[in-house]
Nanobody
Framework: QVHLVESGGGLVQAGGSLRLSCAAS????????MAWYRQAPGKQRELVAR???????NYADSVKGRFAISRDNAKNTAYLQMNSLKPDDTAVYFC?????????????WGQGTQVTVSS
């Protein structure tokens, strides 16, 4: 079993910053890509940023230049640094990881962390 735990969400004013963390634990042999998604009320879940195990990244157009994804492979942890936050960034942010447990590759999700940006 693999568990992902997000932290770092909260309430911030527009223009502010937050740093989200996603720690993976459990039966982990290796972690391939890790990603952050978000889901705003009434909207579909969307990809925010993704990072491979070699450090390649890609971002949603709406966050390019403001958000930065990184990871610490030794800690099985991914981060999302969010700067210049806008009210439109308000959503529940979910961590996703593709984890190999030595037998098979599975996709796992965290429980989500709320980010609220006030205007």
């Amino acid at each position: 079993q693999v568990h992902l735990v997000e932290s770092g969400g909260g309430l911030v004013q527009a223009g502010g910053s937050l740093r989200l963390s996603c720690a993976a634990s459990g039966s982990i042999f290796s972690i391939n890509a890790m990603a952050w998604y978000r889901q705003a009320p009434g909207k579909q879940r969307e990809l925010v940023a993704r990072i491979t195990n070699t450090g390649s990244t890609n971002y949603a157009d709406s966050v390019k230049g403001r958000f930065a994804i990184s990871r610490d492979n030794a800690k099985n942890t991914a981060y999302l640094q969010m700067n210049s936050l806008k009210p439109d960034d308000t959503a529940v942010y979910f961590c996703n990881a593709n984890v190999h447990n030595g037998q098979y590759l599975g996709s796992y999700w965290g429980q989500g962390t709320q980010v609220t940006v006030s205007s």
